[in-house]
C-alpha cells in the first residue's frame, strides 16, 4: 500500500512539474509581450475571478472525491456526479448572472478601469465551465482513473500555451482571457467524454431519496471546506484588489508577478493532497499510533526539501525575473522574499490539513486556521497599503496571514493530537535553509551566491543524513527505478 502509495505521488509531482513548465513557457511569453500596467488589468481581473469564484465551491470537489472513492460500483458513481453537478450549477449560474449584471459598475465606477470591462465578462464564463470541470476531474480521480487524468492534464497545459499566446500576441491583455475560455471549453468537452466513456456513456439520475443521501454525504464535510476556501479566497485576492484601489495598474503587475512567482510552490501540496487525504483517513481510522508515525517522517521530508526549495527561489530571484519577465519587472524582486515565504508557509499548512485536520475530522482547527489567515492579511493589507504601503505592505499583510495560520496549526496539532509538528529536526532544517533565504536580501555577485548555494547544499546532504530525515543519493534512485518501472509497465500493457 505504502509503495502504491508513493508511485502515485511521485507521478503526481511528475505531471504538476511539466505542467509548471508549459505554465512558465507561457507566463514569460505573456509577460513579455505585454507591459506592466497591462499585466496588473490581467491581476484585477482574476482577482474579480478568484473571489467570485471560490464562493461556487460549497467543498463540492473534495466531498464528491472522497463520496466516489467508496462507491460500490460505476453506476453508484454516476449517481453521485448528478447530484454535485446539480448542486454545482445552482449555486455558480447566479454567481456567474451577478458578475456579467455587476461587471460595468465594478469596472468603470468602483476602479475607474474600463479597459478590464471586456476581460471580466469573458472570465465569467470561464468560471461557469471551470466549475464543471472540477466536478469530473474529482469524480476521474474518485474512480482511480490516474493515469487517464494525468495525461490530460499535461494536454490541458500545453494546449493552453499554443491557444492563450497567439492571442496576446494579436489582441493584448483581452487575447489572454479569449484564449482562457477556448481552451478551458475544450478540455471540458474532452474531460466530459472521458467520464462518459467511463460510465459507458450513460448517466443515471438518483431519485429523489437517493438525491438527499448523495448531497448530504458529500455536503457533510464540504460546508467546512466552502467555508475554508471563501476564507483562503480572500487571502489570496484582498492585497491585489486593496492595492489596485489605492495604486497604479503597473504596482499591481508586479504584485501579481511576486504572488505568481510564490504560487509555484503550492504546487508541492497540491501535487499529493488528493492522495494523502483518503490515505492518511484511512490510516488514522485503523491505527492512530501507525498515522502518527507515518505522517510525522513524510513531513519532516516534504519539509526540508520544500524549504530548500523556497531558499533557492529567493537566492536566484533577480536572475528569475530577468528569464521570466525582463528588466521591466526589476521593481517586483524586494518583494520577492515576503511572497516565498508566505506560500510556503501556506503549502505547509495544506499538507497540515490534507494529513491531519481533515483525515481526524478536526473541522474547527481547519476552519480557524483559514480565518486567521484571511482576517490577518486582509486587515493587515488595509492597513499598510492606506498607509503608502503599496505592493511592499500588500505581500507583507499576505506574509502575515500565512505565518499566524501556521503557528496555529502546529499547536492546535500538538493540542489535539500530541504531535510535534516543529521539533528539534524542523528546527535545524530551517536554520540550515536560512542563509539561502537570507542570500536573496544582500547585494552578493553570482558567483558568491553559487559558493552559498554549494556550501548550503553540502550542509543540507549532512544534516538530513545525520537526522535520519532523508538520503539525496538513495532517493534520487529510487525515484529513477520508479520512472523506469512505470514507463516498462505501461509500454508492457499497451503490447499486451
Given at each position: 500500500m505504502?509503495?502504491?502509495l ?8 511528475i505531471?504538476k512539474?511539466?505542467?509548471?513548465a ?10 513579455r ?36 472513492s467508496?462507491?460500490r460500483d460505476?453506476q ?9 453537478l446539480?448542486?454545482r450549477?445552482?449555486?455558480?449560474l447566479?454567481l456567474?448572472?451577478?458578475?456579467l ?10 476602479y475607474?478601469?474600463?479597459?478590464i470591462?471586456?476581460?471580466t ?7 461557469l ?8 476531474f ?7 482513473k490516474?493515469?487517464q ?7 490541458n ?7 492563450v ?33 467511463v460510465f459507458?456513456?450513460?448517466l ?8 438527499k ?5 458529500v455536503f457533510?464535510i464540504?460546508i467546512f471546506?466552502?467555508i ?8 489570496m ?13 503597473d504596482?499591481?503587475?508586479y ?8 504560487f509555484?510552490?503550492l504546487s ?10 483518503p ?9 492512530v499510533v501507525f ?14 526539501l520544500t ?19 525582463g ?6 524582486q524586494?518583494l520577492?522574499?515576503f511572497?516565498?515565504?508566505a ?5 505547509i ?12 475530522s ?6 480557524s ?7 490577518a ?5 488595509f492597513?499598510?497599503v ?6 511592499t505592505g500588500?505581500?507583507a499583510?499576505?506574509?502575515?496571514g500565512a ?8 499547536f ?14 524542523i ?15 544582500v547585494n ?10 554549494a556550501?548550503?547544499l553540502?550542509?543540507?546532504?549532512f ?9 539525496l ?11 523506469k ?12
Amino acid at each position: 500500500m505504502n509503495q502504491r502509495l508513493e508511485t502515485l505521488q511521485f507521478f503526481g509531482l511528475i505531471t504538476k512539474f511539466i505542467m509548471i513548465a508549459f505554465s512558465l513557457v507561457q507566463s514569460v511569453i505573456v509577460i513579455r509581450l505585454l507591459s506592466p500596467q497591462e499585466y496588473g488589468f490581467i491581476g484585477l481581473v482574476l482577482a474579480f475571478a478568484g473571489i467570485v469564484g471560490v464562493y461556487q465551491h460549497l467543498g463540492l470537489g473534495v466531498g464528491t472525491l472522497r463520496e466516489v472513492s467508496l462507491a460500490r460500483d460505476e453506476q453508484e458513481a454516476s449517481k453521485i456526479f448528478f447530484t454535485s453537478l446539480s448542486v454545482r450549477m445552482l449555486i455558480t449560474l447566479p454567481l456567474v448572472f451577478g458578475l456579467l449584471l455587476f461587471s460595468s459598475y465594478i469596472t468603470n465606477t468602483i476602479y475607474h478601469r474600463p479597459e478590464i470591462l471586456f476581460g471580466t465578462r469573458l472570465v465569467a464564463f470561464t468560471i461557469l465551465f471551470n466549475g464543471i470541470m472540477e466536478i469530473v476531474f474529482n469524480v476521474l480521480n474518485g474512480l482511480q482513473k490516474f493515469k487517464q487524468v494525468f495525461i490530460l492534464q499535461i494536454l490541458n497545459s500545453a494546449v493552453s500555451m499554443l491557444v492563450v499566446v497567439p492571442f496576446v500576441f494579436f489582441l493584448k491583455y483581452d487575447g489572454y482571457f479569449i484564449g482562457s475560455l477556448i481552451t478551458v471549453i475544450l478540455f471540458l468537452l474532452i474531460y466530459v467524454l472521458s467520464l462518459l466513456k467511463v460510465f459507458g456513456f450513460r448517466l443515471l439520475v438518483p431519485n429523489k431519496s437517493e438525491f438527499k443521501k448523495i448531497f448530504r454525504a458529500v455536503f457533510g464535510i464540504g460546508i467546512f471546506i466552502y467555508i475554508a476556501k471563501i476564507l483562503y479566497g480572500l487571502f489570496m485576492q484582498s492585497g491585489i484588489l486593496i492595492l489596485g484601489y489605492y495604486s497604479t495598474p503597473d504596482t499591481v503587475g508586479y504584485l501579481k508577478f511576486a504572488i505568481g512567482y510564490g504560487f509555484y510552490l503550492l504546487s508541492f501540496s497540491n501535487a499529493v493532497n488528493y492522495i494523502n487525504l483518503p490515505v492518511m483517513s484511512k490510516r488514522f481510522a485503523e491505527n492512530v499510533v501507525f498515522f502518527k508515525e507515518s505522517f510525522k517522517d513524510n513531513f519532516d521530508k516534504f519539509f526540508s526539501l520544500t524549504l530548500f526549495a523556497a531558499g533557492l527561489m529567493v537566492l536566484f530571484s533577480k536572475e528569475a525575473i530577468l528569464i521570466l519577465a525582463g528588466r521591466n519587472y526589476l521593481p517586483a524582486q524586494p518583494l520577492i522574499f515576503f511572497s516565498v515565504l508566505a506560500f510556503f508557509f501556506l503549502m505547509i499548512f495544506e499538507i497540515l490539513s490534507g494529513c491531519i485536520f481533515l483525515p481526524s475530522s478536526d473541522t474547527r482547527g481547519y476552519v480557524s486556521s483559514y480565518s486567521i489567515s484571511a482576517v490577518a492579511s486582509l486587515g493587515a493589507a488595509f492597513f499598510l497599503v492606506s498607509r503608502g504601503g503599496g505592493a511592499t505592505g500588500a505581500i507583507a499583510a499576505m506574509f502575515l496571514g500565512a505565518a499566524l495560520t501556521f503557528v496555529f496549526a502546529i499547536f492546535r496539532i500538538s493540542q489535539k493530537l500530541s504531535i510535534m509538528v516543529a521539533d528539534g529536526k524542523i528546527l535545524i532544517m530551517s536554520l540550515v535553509c536560512l542563509p539561502l533565504l537570507l542570500g536573496g536580501l544582500v547585494n552578493m555577485s553570482l558567483y558568491e551566491r553559487l559558493a552559498l548555494l554549494a556550501l548550503s547544499l553540502l550542509l543540507f546532504w549532512f544534516f538530513t543524513k545525520y537526522l535520519g530525515i532523508l538520503n539525496l543519493i538513495q532517493v534520487l534512485s529510487r525515484a529513477t527505478n520508479m520512472l523506469k518501472s512505470r514507463v516498462i509497465g505501461w509500454r508492457t500493457q499497451e503490447i499486451g
